[in-house]
T-cell receptor
Framework: DAGVTQSPTHLIKTRGQHVTLRCSPISGHKSVSWYQQVLGQGPQFIFQYYEKEERGRGNFPDRFSARQFPNYSSELNVNALLLGDSALYLC???????????????FGQGTRLTVV | QKEVEQNSGPLSVPEGAIASLNCTYSDRGSQSFFWYRQYSGKSPELIMSIYSNGDKEDGRFTAQLNKASQYVSLLIRDSQPSDSATYLCAVKRGGYQKVTFGTGTKLQVIP
């Protein structure tokens, strides 16, 4: 079975540009979450989507936005890129949203974004 | 106070020994607890999940949870050089899927 797939794997952008990162969850999973991980830190929660609705938002500026499509894939958009946005962006897929069971999150390989 | 705290390490153990990784959390409403392993330059890989007090064993790994003390740990028995990685503790409240991660503990298993 295919795991969580993210594209692209690496990306170099210039300050002020925007970027779109894509994620396809594990088949049958309906929840997608996005995380930002900078070197030496744990992943930081950005967004969670479940059944195409935003269910959670972390402490990130409005330059960050996301959406989930009917096939449960997701996009993360970042506008007006800053040097500090350089990080590994991780997508996590899980079956459900509520309760304890079936909410284990499985990560994709990540997108390494470098802003120059 | 950080929401999830881990000793950054590195924790060095000889091959074949038991590695003990610890994590404390601040939110008493937390209900789900996870350990992830992350190799350098790679994404986190789920090792264990635990939801109730006590021990949970899976192969060489044992997760321990004490909600009263707000403490969760991971024991790795018969440590192997391939276990050398950063181990992330993650905590989630019930309901929506915000998972809060610690900064990770770097484990080095010395052959």
């Amino acid at each position: 079975d295919a795991g969580v797939t993210q594209s692209p794997t690496h990306l170099i952008k210039t300050r002020g540009q925007h970027v779109t990162l894509r994620c396809s969850p594990i088949s049958g999973h309906k929840s997608v979450s996005w995380y930002q991980q900078v070197l030496g830190q744990g992943p930081q929660f950005i967004f969670q989507y479940y059944e195409k609705e935003e269910r959670g938002r972390g402490n990130f500026p409005d330059r960050f936005s996301a959406r989930q499509f009917p096939n449960y894939s997701s996009e993360l958009n970042v506008n007006a890129l800053l040097l500090g946005d350089s990080a590994l962006y991780l997508c996590a897929s899980s079956f459900g949203n509520d309760g304890l069971i079936n909410t284990e999150a499985f990560f994709g390989q990540g997108t390494r974004l470098t802003v120059v | 106070q950080k929401e999830v705290e881990q000793n950054s390490g590195p924790l060095s153990v000889p091959e074949g020994a038991i590695a003990s990784l610890n994590c404390t959390y601040s939110d008493r409403g937390s209900q789900s607890f996870f350990w992830y392993r992350q190799y350098s330059g790679k994404s986190p890989e789920l090792i264990m999940s635990i939801y109730s007090n006590g021990d949970k064993e899976d192969g060489r790994f044992t997760a321990q949870l004490n909600k009263a003390s707000q403490y969760v740990s991971l024991l790795i028995r018969d440590s192997q050089p391939s276990d050398s990685a950063t181990y992330l503790c993650a905590v989630k409240r019930g309901g929506y899927q915000k998972v809060t991660f610690g900064t990770g503990t770097k484990l080095q298993v010395i052959p």
